[in-house]
T-cell receptor
Framework: SQQGEEDPQALSIQEGENATMNCSYK?????LQWYRQNSGRGLVHLIL?????REKHSGRLRVTLDTSKKSSSLLITASRAADTASYFC????????????FGQGTTLQVKP | ETGVTQTPRHLVMGMTNKKSLKCEQH?????MYWYKQSAKKPLELMFV???????ENNSVPSRFSPECPNSSHLFLHLHTLQPEDSALYLC?????????????FGQGTRLTVV
């Protein structure tokens, strides 16, 4: 079954606002990762949070993980037009750490 | 530049053609992956190689044939494809999948089957 379902599918905000994206998954995980993809290009790793961590920060990014709810959120603060992209969560299952399974992604548009 | 290079960037092929996609990584990673990204669908994991050995085949049709001659190179051989195989094919590598390390992606090959 597919891990990592993102919500919302699309998000449009003004520059300077915060953007929050959510991800839900189904099985026990080793870690959860967030990636960014500009249109038609490869994915770029943003941040990794392990199953024993609850929150992690990297620059303007804040990720939370709630293993009891099997969910994660990605917060981008003070958004910029350059943050416009698709954002994907991906999970590594506890039972099979060789596979990185992606969700459908959230398309973020930041208007200048 | 992520250190993972895919060629070609674009490919148009007929259903009777045979072509190959190439992926090369210079990061010293042990694992390499092929993903397929179709419009409005999640990235689909196709194959995983760890230390040149195939460890995952995600029920991929036999018209897709992977090859991993060494830890730095990964190929995807294509033959008798269907129009629905048109997609962005992404290669990725990671250092140690046993601990769930982050993946580094190439820019992808945009494949169109006509």
């Amino acid at each position: 079954s597919q891990q990592g379902e993102e919500d919302p599918q699309a998000l449009s905000i003004q520059e300077g606002e915060n953007a929050t994206m959510n991800c839900s998954y189904k099985t026990s995980i080793n870690n959860l990762q967030w990636y960014r993809q500009n249109s038609g290009r490869g994915l770029v790793h943003l941040i990794l949070i392990r199953s024993n961590e609850r929150e992690k920060h990297s620059g303007r990014l804040r990720v939370t993980l709630d293993t009891s709810k099997k969910s994660s959120s990605l917060l981008i603060t003070a958004s910029r037009a350059a943050d416009t992209a698709s954002y994907f969560c991906a999970t590594v299952a506890s039972s099979n750490t060789g596979k990185l399974i992606f969700g459908q992604g959230t398309t973020l548009q930041v208007k200048p | 530049e992520t250190g993972v290079t895919q060629t070609p960037r674009h490919l148009v092929m007929g259903m009777t053609n045979k072509k190959s996609l190439k992926c090369e990584q210079h990061l010293g990673h042990n694992a390499m992956y092929w993903y397929k990204q179709s419009a409005k669908k999640p990235l689909e994991l196709m194959f995983v190689y760890n230390f040149k050995e195939q460890t995952e085949n995600n029920s991929v049709p036999s018209r897709f044939s992977p090859e991993c001659p060494n830890s730095s190179h990964l190929f995807l051989h294509l033959h008798t494809l269907q129009p629905e195989d048109s997609a962005l094919y992404l290669c990725a590598s990671s250092h140690n999948p046993a601990v769930g390390a982050e993946a580094f992606f190439g820019q992808g090959t945009r494949l169109t089957v006509v």
